[in-house]
């Protein structure tokens, strides 16, 4: 028999289509391991027919909180008590947390960017361009406006999803933001500060090109990536190499976990380990 006194573990976890090897789950238990915290992290395959089931069924279950991945960010609302800020003007919801008796939706693909970004300078007053209009380039445009950005100008492939995110930059957010359709090899102009692509190329594949003519990265430009894997992508050494401020995805990755680790635990997790650990799964 083990004389080990009983205790339930805390849960926290994620809800998805497609759970298998998920990166995440390794980089959250490495931290609930390094400051011995009784707490689980568990992943689950969610259809989203039983979405509302399985959210009454983790609040019934002492659950205090989880993360949910597509096809889940948007639908997951309706069966939430409340969002915060950024998750109600994104409309998208990425980690749930339990307050109180309340499930409270929040976004943390921005706010890890954020965090990332604030490591190398305050985005307060400055002017960015970001490449990209999906999921990922909405949650960091509209942190970046919560965090007082001066400009921003949105350059994306399809008009569409390009106009939408400026419409909704400008009216939510009465933040000063144009829309750039992207043809042919992209200038930056040189009072620009913040340099984002927040699209998918460079996934799995170091050597895809962003259509951007790099002279125009100067030295001292911020020039971040969201892909984590991998994560030397072609904008980053190329931004490297022209003496710019290079900061890879995987700092963003880290930073929500880290963002959603605080959110549940209250503590500041250690992001080294974190990141070890998410190294490790992700085989770099
Ligand atoms: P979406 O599918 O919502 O958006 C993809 C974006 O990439 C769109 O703007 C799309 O343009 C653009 N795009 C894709 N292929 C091309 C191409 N060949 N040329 C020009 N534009 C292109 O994806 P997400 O926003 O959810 O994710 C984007 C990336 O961000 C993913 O690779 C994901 O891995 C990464 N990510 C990283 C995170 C991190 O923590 N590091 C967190 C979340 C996401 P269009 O609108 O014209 O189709």
Same mark, same amino acid.
């Given at each position: 028999m083990s004389a080990q006194p009983n205790f339930l573990y805390e849960l926290a976890g994620s809800m998805s289509q497609g759970a298998a090897g998920n990166p995440t789950v390794a980089m959250i238990e490495a931290a609930f391991a390094h400051h011995g915290l009784h707490w689980r992290y568990v992943n689950m395959e969610v259809t989203p027919q039983d979405l509302g089931t399985a959210v009454r069924g983790a609040k019934a279950l002492g659950f205090r909180g989880f993360n949910c991945s597509l096809p889940h960010k948007v639908t997951v609302i309706a069966h939430l008590d409340g969002l915060g800020e950024s998750a109600a003007v994104m409309g998208a919801v990425n980690c749930v947390v339990r307050r109180g008796d309340k499930l409270i939706g929040e976004n943390t693909d921005g706010k890890g960017f954020l965090k990332s970004l604030s490591s190398v300078c305050d985005p307060r007053g400055k002017t960015v361009v970001l490449f990209g209009a999906g999921g990922a380039a909405r949650a960091i445009a509209v942190e970046l406006g919560l965090a007082g950005i001066r400009q921003i100008t949105i350059v994306n492939r399809s008009a569409a999803r390009g106009t939408e995110l400026v419409e909704l930059l400008k009216t939510k957010l009465n933040l000063n933001a144009n829309f750039v359709q992207w043809q042919g090899d992209y200038t930056i102009s040189s009072g620009t500060d913040i340099v984002i692509n927040a699209t998918s190329i460079g996934l799995y594949d170091a050597d895809a090109r962003l259509d951007l003519d790099v002279s125009s990265l100067k030295a001292g430009m911020v020039v971040a990536d969201?892909?984590?894997? $991998? $994560?030397?992508t072609r904008l980053i050494r190329d931004a490297a190499e022209r003496g710019c401020q290079a900061l890879d995805g995987l700092g963003m990755l880290v930073n929500q976990g880290i963002v959603g680790v605080q959110y549940w635990t209250g503590i500041e997790p250690d992001a080294a380990v974190m990141r070890r650990a998410l190294e490790q799964a992700l085989g770099l």
């Open positions: 969201v892909i984590a894997n $991998p $994560p030397r």
